[in-house]
């Protein structure tokens, strides 16, 4: 006798079971975890939309889904909104397929433009898609100095000028060096800041399995910061800023291969080095460090739209504001970049 799948909204009993699912299953990432829940809710006031299909009494797939509702960017239901990850993740073909039919009808129901998923690998060939992000992946070596010699030649100069400046990095117990990196960098770059209430929301949350890493000179001048994760056996670099002074001391590339030693250290076997725009800067630095594009498949079910949407700096029309934007005062601008940026997603 063939088991039923059973769909039902997430309820607050279910988390340990979530996780302990999100962990096992080879498509879930970080992202999937369930105390991304709390945070869309509670730092960005997005009604949320956890599904989880069981079958037998047992978690089989889960989706975790955010409404964002903005006058200026529209009405969609995203998994999962600031994460470069998202999407059904579990292997059973129909969970996963009753999981999107009851994602559509949650987003019919609540009148969105458009269902997004932010998938690792394609799920349906014929639906409309973001092709303008690529992220990248590669495997850590157990050896130290292995991973130094699988650097290309010319960007390993970089790193071992970045040793030779005499840097250091220091793994820091709260968010305020980072912050204040981070908001002057998206700032020269004419975008919103993230709150530093959500960083420090990150920290508090994810424990061990989110870190701070921060480069300075010798005499303590802050130079380049990231945020991390950790999932599993993977480490991934997911926000960062840099002073002006950075590129001259290769303060950005001695940072990243600090964090691959200190991933190595704690016994990861993948660097995530993350999402990237086809073409821009960070795409070429990362390839620049050996690792190869690899395509994401962000897939949308177009209700109330006739494209996908374009809500990013690449799009023409927001050049305007991006040049406005960067001639703000910084304690402006981080005052009013969290209640435009919450909207973006």
Same mark, same amino acid.
């Given at each position: ?26 498509? $879930? ?5 369930? *105390?991304?829940? /709390?945070?869309?809710? !509670? #730092?960005? +006031?997005?009604?949320?939309?956890? =599904? ?44 996963? $397929? ?5 994602? *559509?009808?949650? /987003?019919?129901?609540? !009148? #969105?433009? +458009?269902?997004?998923?932010?998938? =690792? ?225």
């Amino acid at each position: 006798m063939v088991s039923v799948v059973n769909v039902r909204p997430y309820a607050e009993r279910d988390a340990a079971r979530w996780n302990e699912f999100v962990f096992a299953c080879q498509s $879930a990432t970080f992202f999937h975890r369930i *105390e991304w829940r /709390a945070i869309m809710e !509670g #730092v960005f +006031h997005h009604r949320t939309h956890y =599904l989880l299909a069981e079958r037998d009494g047992q978690i089989v797939a889960v989706l975790p889904l955010a409404e964002v509702k903005s006058r200026l960017f529209g009405h969609a239901l995203t998994s999962l909104p600031f994460a470069v990850y998202g999407g059904v993740a579990g292997d059973d073909p129909e969970a996963v $397929a009753a999981l999107e039919a009851a994602a *559509e009808a949650a /987003a019919r129901k609540a !009148g #969105v433009q +458009h269902l997004e998923y932010r998938n =690792l690998t394609e799920r349906h060939a014929d639906w409309p898609r973001q092709e303008l992000y690529v992220t990248f992946r590669k495997e850590i070596l157990p050896d130290e100095e292995a991973n130094m010699l699988a650097i290309p030649r010319k960007q390993r100069a970089m790193v071992r000028k970045g040793i030779k400046n005499g840097l250091l990095s220091t793994v820091d117990s709260n968010a305020d060096r980072f912050f204040a990196l981070y908001s002057d960098n998206v700032l020269r770059h004419g975008t919103p800041a993230l709150s530093k209430k959500f960083f420090e929301t990150l920290l508090a949350v994810f424990g061990k399995d989110c870190e701070i890493l921060t480069v300075t000179t010798a005499d303590g001048r802050l130079l380049s910061s990231v945020l991390s994760f950790y999932f599993r056996e993977e480490i991934l670099p997911y926000y960062a800023g840099d002073d002006m002074a950075a590129r001259d001391l290769a303060a950005n590339d001695f940072k990243y291969w600090e964090l691959m030693r200190h991933a190595c250290a704690r016994g990861c076997r993948i660097f995530d080095y993350g999402r990237s725009k086809i073409g821009t800067g960070p795409y070429h630095f990362k390839k620049n460090w050996g690792f190869e594009p690899m395509p994401l498949s962000y897939e949308y079910r177009l209700f109330k739209r006739d494209a996908v949407p374009q809500n990013n700096p690449m799009n023409p029309k927001y050049r305007a504001f991006i040049a406005l934007w960067r001639k703000l005062p910084i304690g402006v601008a981080n005052r009013l970049g969290p209640v435009i940026v919450r909207n973006l997603g």
